[in-house]
Structures are given as C-alpha cells and as structure tokens.
Nanobody, 114 residues
C-alpha cells in the first residue's frame, strides 16, 4: 500500500531554514506528481507546492513563493521541501501527498518561533 513518511520538521527561529523530506513507497513514485500540504492549528489543510512527475514543473502557493523549493529524487523515491526565511505563519504540520492518492503520512511539525 501507499506509504508516505515525512521527516525533518522542528523548531526554528524566524528567518531560519528547514528541509523536509518525504520517503514514498508502495507505488511507482516516478510517474506521479507530488505535493506538499500544510495544516495550521484551527485551519484547513492548504496546498503549499506541487512538482510534476519528472520534476520539470513546479507550483507554489503565493504565501511561500520565493522562499520554498520543492524537489524530488526519483531514483530514491524521495520528495523534498526546502524552506527558507521562515515566518511564524509557516507554523503547521506539513504533509506530502501523491496526486491521485488519498493516502497521507503522519506529517512533520514545523514551528517557527523566537
């Protein structure tokens, strides 16, 4: 079955950086677009970034454009989210997702606070 395991979250000060990773298994990773979502306390889950199956096309929410970078390594079945210049409003649980699948991992908590 589809398994997605996020890692790399943590506590960081405003202006800091983090890199999230997502290990995927149970499906042919290289033929599916992938997404990062986040859910802040009391808010709905929102789409953060999308990457095409080959990695050549990306999409970012306006709130993270220019600060976050989504990437993938199809040889390793890995998805990444490099987050820079983090802001308190980026605090959320971050989830990876394969487009077309309803499976979710446990998420990675990112807390941006001084």
């Amino acid at each position: 079955q589809v398994q997605l395991v996020e890692s790399g979250g943590g506590l960081v000060q405003p202006g800091g950086s983090l890199r999230l990773s997502c290990a995927a298994s149970g499906f042919i990773f290289s033929v599916y677009a992938m997404r990062w979502y986040r859910q802040a306390p009391g808010k709905e889950r929102e789409l953060v970034a999308t990457i095409s199956f080959g990695g050549g096309s990306t999409y970012y929410a306006e709130s993270v454009k220019g600060r976050f970078t989504i990437s993938r390594d199809n040889a390793k079945n890995m998805l990444y989210l490099q987050m820079m210049n983090l802001k308190p409003e980026d605090t959320a649980v971050y989830y990876c997702n394969a487009v077309g699948f309803g499976s979710w991992g446990q998420g990675a908590q990112v807390t941006v606070s001084s």
